[in-house]
């Protein structure tokens, strides 16, 4: 069955230490997304992609950056990372930009 | 205002009883609309699309209203199992972003 994985699912770091997310979806899809979502905010879209070599900021992007070298991955950095940053993380994929998203489990992170 | 707006509740039901949540949106060019259901600490889940003329889904109705932006889930029969966080989700157009808008969230807790 197709799906969408992330790693890790828990993460502990640093402030100032790069960290880079994982992404991983065997829908095919072309577009993929990252949110990050933490109390009283609700789902917030940090980067997203409508396909391989495209990327878009999001609404809360400052901080993190994205790639998309091929469908299947979009690996989400975190350039030095901040406390404001402790979060989780979900990502997401669609078949097309307004259809339904299917999400990954999510990682949590914890920046100390 | 916010794109999507839900009341975050808790609603909190005895099994067996009926609810019903509105969502209200601010984009009056929104095209898609989505209830997802989302557990503590897990990913969201999408329950149904919303379709114009009203869409029904075992004990789940949800219903479309276009001319007052706003988009509404009923829940009859109330199981202990519905218990979780329900997003509102929009499609949106803002500042060129195209990119689905999740609310919140409203809360349900169903008890026995």
């Known amino acids: 069955d197709a799906e969408i994985t992330q790693s890790p699912r828990h993460k502990i770091t640093e402030t100032g230490r790069q960290v880079t997310l994982a992404c991983h979806q065997t829908?095919?899809?072309?577009?993929m997304f990252w949110y990050r979502q933490d109390l009283g905010h609700g789902l917030r879209l940090i980067h997203y992609s409508y396909g391989v070599q495209d990327t878009n900021k999001g609404e809360v992007s400052d901080g993190y950056s994205v790639s998309r070298s091929n469908t299947e991955d979009l690996p989400l950095t975190l350039e030095s990372a901040a406390s404001s940053q402790t979060s989780v993380y979900f990502c997401?994929?669609?078949?097309?930009?307004?259809?339904?998203?299917?999400f990954g489990p999510g990682t949590r992170l914890t920046v100390t | 205002r916010k794109e999507v707006e839900q009341d975050p509740g808790p609603f909190n039901v005895p099994e067996g009883a009926t609810v019903a949540f509105n969502c209200t949106y601010s984009?009056?060019?929104?095209?898609?609309f989505f209830w997802y259901r989302q557990d503590c600490r897990k990913e969201p889940k999408l329950l149904m699309s919303?379709?114009?003329s009203g869409n029904e889904d075992g004990r789940f109705t949800a219903q479309l209203n276009r001319a007052s932006q706003y988009i509404s889930l009923l829940i009859r029969d109330s199981k202990l199992s519905d218990s979780a966080t329900y997003l509102c989700v929009v499609n949106g157009w803002d500042t060129g972003r195209r990119a689905l808008t999740f609310g919140s969230g409203t809360r349900l807790q169903v008890q026995p």
């Open positions: 984009n009056s060019a929104s095209q898609s």
């Open positions: 919303v379709y114009s």
């Open positions: 829908w095919n899809h072309n577009n």
């Open positions: 997401a994929s669609s078949e097309g930009v307004y259809y339904e998203q299917y």
